[in-house]
């Protein structure tokens, strides 16, 4: 079933749906009663309680539009905030890599990279098992920021997005990621049998992990106190400066150029909802565009249609090399994978094995990893 307004798909994890609306559809409309100037308003006294120390607050940015508009409502109330980018392995783009260096500017910034031994093990192993391949380096774009926090005793750490509220299931929206950052803490702590399958050891997951008790930063989500778009943070943002990808990659099974541009392989960990969900960004984007308004629905439905299924070749290349894969064992994991279930939805998981099929046929990749050279081959 997909949404009847949105046309999101309910294979979405903790989907809920009501009378065929799903729930993201149903927190855009709870916006009209909001009161946006008193949200404003109390986010200002949250602030005016925490600063005065070496940092006000420690903002998390990957170089984003996103980490921009963050960036921007901060210092324009002339507050002095630490950034902390946690790096994974794989190609950064030349437009993320600028924004980055434009972002941070002006402000102290905290690279903390994860070594690329544990990076690699981590990842392979989430793909393998989970096809959640960035499973852990998720994990530390939560906790590393609160880990640094603590460290330097800064009072704030702030987030962007509630996207358990923005795309559903949570019906009641909420400023404090506290919670939702101790849940990944408990979460990573059960997992740890698990990641050991992978040679991730218990030491590597206390690695990215806050201290318990101790000096506890409040963390808060600033798309509780404002109208939260990436409409409105993508202009935002390239007043500041934030560049697209115009020029530098035109990728495929994606409908715009500006959205996680930093790194090339991310793209791979959102396709990898398709052959899990039979879903993936190009229907996240289509849906929000729609529930925004700038974007009709028969024209979404079409955008999916056409491009959902889609896997970047560039992408695909840079997650193969950095991780160690032949295109060959990366579509042999995907096509044996036990992850590949589709909730017993046999028509949709048919729709799935054809069209990822079909998107192995046409999808060329640089052959470099089997052949040590540049050429373009069909897998
Ligand atoms: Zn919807």
Not at 97 to 102: F, H
Not at 291 to 296: F, I, M, Q, T, V
């Amino acid at each position: 079933m997909r949404c009847s307004r949105c046309f999101m798909p309910d294979t979405r994890p903790g989907s809920v749906f009501t009378e065929g609306v799903c729930q993201a559809c149903l927190n855009f409309d709870k916006r009209g009663s909001v009161n946006w100037v008193e949200r404003e308003e109390q986010f200002d006294r949250i602030l005016a309680d925490h600063v005065g120390g070496r940092y006000d607050c420690l903002i998390p940015v990957s170089g984003g539009k996103d980490s921009h508009r963050i960036v921007y409502e901060i210092k324009r109330r002339g507050l002095r905030p630490l950034l902390c980018t946690v790096n994974d392995s794989f190609t950064h783009t030349e437009a993320g890599t600028a924004n980055l260096r434009n972002l941070v500017q002006g402000s102290d910034h905290i690279e903390y990279t994860i070594n690329h031994d544990l990076f690699t093990r981590g990842t392979r192993w989430a793909f393998e098992d989970s096809g959640e391949a960035l499973r852990f380096v998720e994990y530390a774009i939560y906790t590393v920021p609160w880990m640094i926090a603590q460290m330097y005793e800064i009072p704030l750490v702030i987030f962007g997005e509630n996207s358990a509220f923005e795309y559903g299931p949570v019906e009641d929206n909420f400023y404090s990621a506290n919670d939702v950052i101790n849940g990944i803490i408990a979460k990573a702590k059960r997992e740890v049998p698990w990641w050991k399958g992978g040679g991730v050891t218990e030491e590597d997951i206390a690695s990215i992990m806050p201290k318990p008790g101790g000096f506890q930063p409040q963390v808060l989500y600033l798309s509780f106190f404002y109208q939260w778009s990436s409409i409105t943070n993508l202009k935002i943002a390239r007043k500041m400066g934030f560049k697209d990808l115009t020029g530098e990659w035109d990728r495929k099974g994606t409908i715009e150029n500006f959205e996680q541009i930093d790194s090339k392989a991310y793209m791979v960990h959102l396709w990898l909802k398709y052959p899990k969900f039979g879903f993936q960004r190009v229907s996240d984007i289509a849906s929000r565009r729609v529930r925004e308004g700038a974007l009709s629905l028969k024209k979404a439905k079409a955008l999916i249609w056409s491009y959902d299924h889609i896997l970047d070749p560039e992408a695909m290349d840079d997650f193969c090399q950095t991780l160690g894969y032949t295109p060959k064992q990366f579509w042999g994991v995907i096509s044996k994978a036990k992850w590949n279930v589709y909730h017993g939805k046999q028509d949709l998981a048919r729709r799935v094995r054809d069209r990822v099929h079909e998107t192995k046929q046409h999808v060329a990749v640089p052959s470099r990893v089997l052949e040590g050279d540049s050429k373009w081959v069909h897998t």
